[in-house]
């Protein structure tokens, strides 16, 4: 993965890509790339609406992961979540029977750090749809990076 600093001078595709990576399982610091891209000068709404975008997306893999298991799916993925879900054990099984209690509303915990990720690929399990799916994590998300931006902007 390129260093971080580098991914600073790409700019907003930069932060797309980080984002995009860390909605996904791979832990990088979007927040850090998208504070210091406002903070440079970058319109926060932009930086927002583009690590959000980034991000929703890369929610999007897990999703489909948890609806591949949720179906049977198995093979590399379907191990390496048996594992996850193995080593996180009682976590997971309360934010499975949480998302199962309040459907796709839950969702907007994807913003969590560590278990947000568990919050998408449950919802993905639990066979929330697409649209709720989006919406909720996108809500989540948003406004994460909505607090990172204010935080930035208010530095300067």
Do not use: C, H
Not at 41 to 51: D, R
């Amino acid at each position: 993965m390129p260093d971080p600093s580098v991914l600073a001078t790409w700019g907003l595709p930069g932060l797309f890509l980080i984002a995009m990576l860390a909605g996904s399982v791979v832990p990088v610091p979007s927040e850090a790339l998208l504070a210091a891209l406002v903070y440079g000068g970058t319109p926060p709404v932009t930086a927002i609406v583009v690590a959000t975008t980034g991000n929703v997306l890369g929610a999007l893999s897990l999703y489909v992961l948890g609806r591949w298991v949720a179906i049977g799916g198995g093979g590399p993925l379907g191990r390496w979540y048996a594992r996850r879900r193995m080593k996180e054990g009682p976590r997971m099984q309360r934010i499975e029977a949480w998302t199962r209690r309040w459907g796709a509303p839950a969702l907007v915990m994807s913003w969590l750090p560590v278990v947000g990720d568990a919050f998408v690929i449950a919802g993905g399990m639990l066979g929330v749809r697409p649209l709720p799916f989006v919406f909720f994590v996108t809500l989540g998300k948003g406004l994460r990076y909505l607090a990172v931006a204010l935080s930035a902007a208010a530095a300067l």
